[in-house]
């Protein structure tokens, strides 16, 4: 084993309160995973995994919210219990939910480009609800939008066919996920980082 | 569920990078293919490498079963046609095939996942993502393998909590609420400390990586991920 010899090179202070931030919300997602209520006719259970991509976005930004997902779906990748139902392994990042999971950096990104404006964060209790709700409906149809359409292709599905079963059952559920995000940031009880 | 066990197998000796090649090989292909002759064929290779791994079938699909229910609903869904004659077997045969594929995707994984220590993984992260990207993902990996259960110990404590106030007569908006905020509230404390505790520990960007070398036993695996990245062009 090769010993790195080189000067020490300290992380900055404010990287590692940041990391240290994305990597345990990430350990939250994946924590919630077993929280699942599957539902008939439908693939992936219902989770509050979705809830906590859409924290990641309004509390850590545009660019640590999406680091947060990405270092949970390389987790995954290399098989902790971390996807719905305590599943792991680098088949399920291309297999039927896929979709879903690697819509989840780009949501949280995109949530916070629209609600921070930027990498320099914003209090998001004092953003107006109305954007908050708005860049929560757009990161959620552009969930459905990558899940739905990946798992279409997948399984040689009609695009009709795929809706039905991997985005209609869910329309209640992300309903009150997206109540939920805003109580919680509206609560002022988080601050960002 | 899932996990690494120790073991002496063929597959637990390889070096962990010519595993995920494999496993990229494999999916690339088989998300290329869904001819029955490709799928005889993937399913050879499925079953070999179950075997080489000593993988338990019954309980990998177990663990899988989430992914399994879409699986097996999938073909239902797209044989059913609105009108006569309601059942269209073609696009249903298409779908079952198609979802066949997925599955043996998942069971390749599956191997990867029992034969390959968290820590083996982590250290083929940090040597195939170069730089500071890659010492993230590295370490990153590394800490929530450490806190996940610490994490599900929270939040059994606040489900727990939740329910001895009767929590289940609430609405669902309001135990999803309670359950992110305290949940989140927590989680976030225990990055600040955490984050102290890493500064206090020099924590930077160019520590000293875990071993990793490949070995002989890693050509006929690399070939075999290059055979079958290959076979995804045909």
Not at chain 1, 116 to 134: I, K, N, Q, W, Y
Not at chain 1, 176 to 192: H, M, P, W, Y
Request: proline share 6%; aromatic share 8%; charged share 15%.
């Amino acid at each position: 084993m090769a010993t790195e010899q080189g000067d020490v090179d300290l992380v900055d202070g404010d990287v590692v309160h940041a990391f240290a931030r994305a990597a345990l919300l990430a350990t939250l997602l994946g924590a919630v995973a077993p929280i699942a209520i599957p539902i008939p006719f439908s693939p992936a259970p219902i989770t509050l995994q979705v809830l906590f991509v859409f924290l990641a976005g309004l509390l850590l930004g545009p660019l640590w919210g999406t680091v947060s997902i990405l270092l949970y779906l390389a987790a995954g990748a290399i098989g902790l219990p971390v996807f719905a139902g305590m599943a792991g392994g680098l088949g399920v990042l291309v297999g039927d939910s896929a979709g879903y999971l690697w819509s989840y950096p780009l949501a949280a990104g995109l949530i916070g480009l629209l609600v921070h404006r930027g990498t320099d964060l914003r209090d998001p209790a004092e953003v107006s609800t109305p954007l908050v709700v708005v860049a929560l409906v757009t990161a959620t149809v552009l969930i459905y939008g990558m899940g739905v359409g990946y798992m279409a292709w997948l399984l040689e599905l009609e695009l009709w066919e795929a809706i039905t079963v991997g985005a209609l059952p869910f329309i209640p559920g992300e309903v009150l996920k997206i109540a939920a995000a805003v109580a919680i940031v509206e609560s002022g009880r988080i601050d960002t980082i | 569920m899932l996990t690494y066990e120790p073991g002496e197998t063929v597959v637990h000796d390889l070096d962990p990078r010519s595993k995920l090649a494999v496993q990229i090989g494999f999916a690339a292909t088989a998300l290329a293919h869904t001819a029955p002759r490709a799928l005889l064929g993937f399913s050879v290779f499925t079953v070999a490498v179950l075997a080489l791994a000593r993988v338990p079938l019954l309980r990998t699909l177990y663990a899988y079963r989430f992914a399994l229910v879409i699986l097996a609903v999938g073909p239902l869904v797209a044989a059913a046609t609105l009108g006569p004659p309601w059942i269209d077997l073609e696009a249903g045969l298409a779908t079952a095939l198609a979802s066949y594929r997925v599955l043996l995707i998942l069971l390749v994984s599956a191997a990867y996942v029992r034969t390959t220590p968290v820590r083996e993984s982590r250290a083929a992260i940090q040597r195939t993502v170069p730089g500071k990207p890659g010492q993230l993902l590295g370490i990153g990996v590394a800490l929530i393998f450490r806190f996940l259960p610490v994490v599900q110990s929270d939040l059994r404590t606040i489900r727990d909590a939740m329910a001895a106030r009767l929590g289940t007569e609430r609405s669902a908006r309001e135990r999803a609420t309670t359950i992110g905020l305290l949940g989140l509230s927590r989680t976030f404390d225990r990055a600040d400390r955490l984050s102290l505790a890493l500064r206090a520990r020099c924590f930077s960007w160019n520590p000293t990586l875990p071993a990793l070398a490949f070995s002989q036993r890693d050509l006929p695996a690399l070939g075999v991920a290059v055979a079958l990245l290959l076979t995804a062009f045909l």
